[in-house]
């Protein structure tokens, strides 16, 4: 079910199946498919960067079962990106209880105030140990977002905890403190997020997970974070996003695959943001004269609205400048902890001229490695025999396997250096 090709030594790059279809992956328009499960994919090792989390990332997807499955899109509309898209959140876990155990805020050197939710596990992981997992969701997302929720469900049922990362602006009822809401590429609240994480769970390993926007300010964070909590962090899986801010912002102008539609409808979220903050996200700068108003609220792409105002809010003489410094692809190639990049051949926001690029380079590095699938649009994921989708998305699904493994990973090093195992230590 997963065509391979490759050599020992190389980067990991996976194509699933979709429902049995054995003309996929492409030939030669596209790419081959390279899937080395079951090589050994060597840590980055070096003197300056031992600090750095160490992990076999081939043996991990060696041991994910939904890898060696077919993902199986729902009966008729699944096999559509734009269906798939749009229908988690019509179709999600509505009925989950969306209380966090605890909310965190965060004083930021600017005056920022960024917060986080933590998700306590319901039951204690049958093997013990202290696992965190990271959310940074997609553009003007929340905890309270249906498709992090019902990851965030998922796992907690399985003995992990969660953090999830509120985007500065998104609560409705937190204030601004300061006069701006997040950036797209923005990690000063992901890395305090790190931090204050490591300082409340001093013993716990930490797998950190982005979703669109919010897997480029993840891949951000990762480049620069720490040394010290970077070595306790064991991987990083990236969903959907489209790395590079300038390519993106040019493609969504076209009309290919509904992107140009896609593109007003996210400038008009973002410009409702700023409405309900426009007290401290937008007066200011309209009185000293760096943001038109009519202009701003006139901008119908991501581009326009970027000059009118993010570039402007975050000091960038130009749009290029404020989009080469806000793009992870860049960094991904520097970055030592072990990632996951995750895309779709049916998104229809990150065409192949975004992720092929990723592709490309995980081929040859020696920790990250690219998985895509045929279906499954832009964070959809959903799967069934059915009509009917189950609650339950691949993604999900996928996000709860690598947290196994990872936990599995650590427990076997745990023991042969110690002799001891999670459960024995913790009684």
Known sequence: MIRTSGDQGQGIVQYLLAAQDEHWPPGDGLMDAV????????????EEDDQCAKIDLGELLGQCSILQEPYTPPAIWGRNGHIQTMAYGLLGHHSLR?????????????GTTATFDVFQPVCAHQNGGDFTLVFCPGIANCSESNYIRTCVHLVQEKGYRCAVLNHIGVLKNVQLTSQRIFSYGGNGEMEAMFQTLSKLYPRTYFIGIGFSMGANVLTNCFAGLDREICSRVLLGISVCQGYCASDGASLLFDWEGGRRLYNYIITENLKRLLRRNYTMAVQPYVRTGLVDEQKLWSSTSLLWFDECYSRRVHNFTSVADYYSHISCFPRIKDIKIPMIFVNTLD???VPEALWDPVRQL??????HSFVLLKHGGHLGFLEGNSLK???VTWLDRFILEMAEAARAHVEHSEMSATG????????
């Open 347 to 349: 998104d229809p926001l």
């Open 98 to 110: 969306r209380t966090f155990d605890s909310r965190h805020l965060l004083r930021l050197l600017d």
């Open 389 to 391: 989708p189950r609650s």
């Open 420 to 427: 001891t195992s999670f459960e024995e230590a913790s009684e």
């Open 362 to 367: 995980c081929e040859s590095h020696p920790l």
């Open 35 to 46: 899937c080395l499960l079951g090589i050994v994919v060597q840590g980055f090792v070096g």
